[in-house]
């Protein structure tokens, strides 16, 4: 049984940073390609960032809204995928998740491509 556990959301003032980890089990980390995502309230859950499987070069993609300020990385060894995020701001408020996609396919950013998901961890940016 695959199951992904999201932790260290929490709240913090504009332009702190906070690190989110997703531990993964049940699947081969390596061979999956590993996303994180964002839902605000009322909003539809949104591409941040994601890490290709190693097949696939290992490379990194990130929205437009991120990039510079997120980084993911993973340890396929732990079996862990963390995003580090840096100079956050108040419209990165939402609930992230973590997702996998056990075939270590390539459309990264589209949410019904990724098999299995987290069940969130709140982040809330204070103005």
């Known amino acids: 049984q695959v199951q992904l556990v999201e932790s260290g959301g929490g709240t913090v003032q504009a332009g702190g940073s906070l690190r989110l980890s997703c531990a993964a089990s049940g699947l081969t980390l390596s061979s999956s390609s590993m996303g994180w995502f964002r839902q605000a309230p009322g909003k539809e859950r949104e591409f941040v960032a994601a890490?290709?499987?190693?097949?696939?070069?290992?490379?990194?993609y990130y929205a437009d809204s991120v990039e510079g300020r997120f980084t993911i990385s993973r340890d396929n060894a732990k079996n862990t995928v963390s995003l580090e995020m840096n100079s956050l701001k108040p419209e990165d408020t939402a609930v992230y998740y973590c997702?996998?996609?056990?075939?270590?396919?390539?459309?990264?950013?589209?949410?019904?491509?990724?098999?299995?998901w987290g069940q969130g961890t709140q982040v809330t940016v204070s103005s």
């Open positions: 890490s290709s499987s190693s097949s696939s070069g290992g490379y990194t």
């Open positions: 997702a996998a996609d056990s075939l270590g396919g390539s459309y990264y950013a589209v949410v019904y491509e990724y098999d299995y």
